[in-house]
T-cell receptor, first 115, second 109 residues
Framework: GAVVSQHPSWVICKSGTSVKIECRSLDFQATTMFWYRQFPKQSLMLMAT?????????EQGVEKDKFLINHASLTLSTLTVTSAHPEDSSFYIC???????????FGPGTRLTVT | GQNIDQPTEMTATEGAIVQINCTYQ??????LFWYQQHAGEAPTFLSY??LDGLEEKGRFSSFLSRSKGYSYLLLKELQMKDSASYLC??????????WGAGTKLIIKP
């Protein structure tokens, strides 16, 4: 149990376009979902925390108008990278928790390349 | 401030034992996690410690000393597939994971 999926697993887009990444909890209801970004050879960097039905909480330095997060249901959260630029190229990973805040289940990640 | 320290890279031999250390300073403490991350993949859960002492799980063991802000991950009978990055993360008072930069473990035959 406790499976989290992400779609797409990789995407290439042109500079200036927008990309949407989906994160789904397949067999549990996720009260909280987290979005991370990871650059090569660096650790995970938390971008934002989202709870179902409420606005996401963004970490300092993360532009909320550029990285739009929607957590419309207990099983789905989406991250939209608007007007993507090459510096947004990264590995984006979501994770989810159910009732127990001690267990975070990670999705497989989405590799975004902006050309 | 919040800080997690772990070595950048370690090398070990197949069949041997390796210990990866982690020291942490976080706002509050709700436990210490170890994750394994292979290149290009998301992290996978290895262990969780909230009480002092050693937790053993097969070839992997994790130790915690809350008074020292210190943890280690012990890997025994190393296999080539254990080559990966090992991430230490502390769960702070807001139940947010504070991540270390990861230790890249290289296993040599």
């Amino acid at each position: 149990g406790a499976v989290v999926s992400q779609h797409p697993s990789w995407v290439i887009c042109k500079s200036g376009t927008s990309v949407k990444i989906e994160c789904r909890s397949l067999d549990f209801q996720a009260t909280t979902m987290f979005w991370y970004r990871q650059f090569p050879k660096q650790s995970l960097m938390l971008m934002a925390t989202s709870n179902e039905g409420s606005k996401a909480t963004y970490e300092q330095g993360v532009e909320k108008d550029k990285f739009l997060i929607n957590h419309a249901s207990l099983t789905l959260s989406t991250l939209t990278v608007t007007s993507a630029h090459p510096e947004d190229s990264s590995f984006y990973i979501c994770s989810a928790t159910a009732q127990d805040p001690y267990e975070q289940y990670f999705g497989p990640g989405t590799r975004l390349t902006v050309t | 401030g919040q800080n997690i320290d772990q070595p950048t890279e370690m090398t070990a031999t197949e069949g041997a034992i390796v210990q990866i250390n982690c020291t942490y300073q976080t706002s509050g403490f709700n436990g210490l996690f170890w994750y394994q991350q292979h290149a290009g993949e998301a992290p996978t859960f290895l262990s969780y410690n909230v009480l002092d002492g050693l937790e053993e799980k097969g070839r992997f063991s994790s130790f915690l000393s809350r008074s020292k802000g210190y943890s280690y991950l012990l890997l025994k009978e190393l296999q080539m597939k254990d080559s990966a990055s090992y991430l230490c993360a502390s769960l702070d008072s807001n139940y947010q994971l504070i991540w270390g930069a990861g230790t890249k473990l290289i296993i040599k035959p």
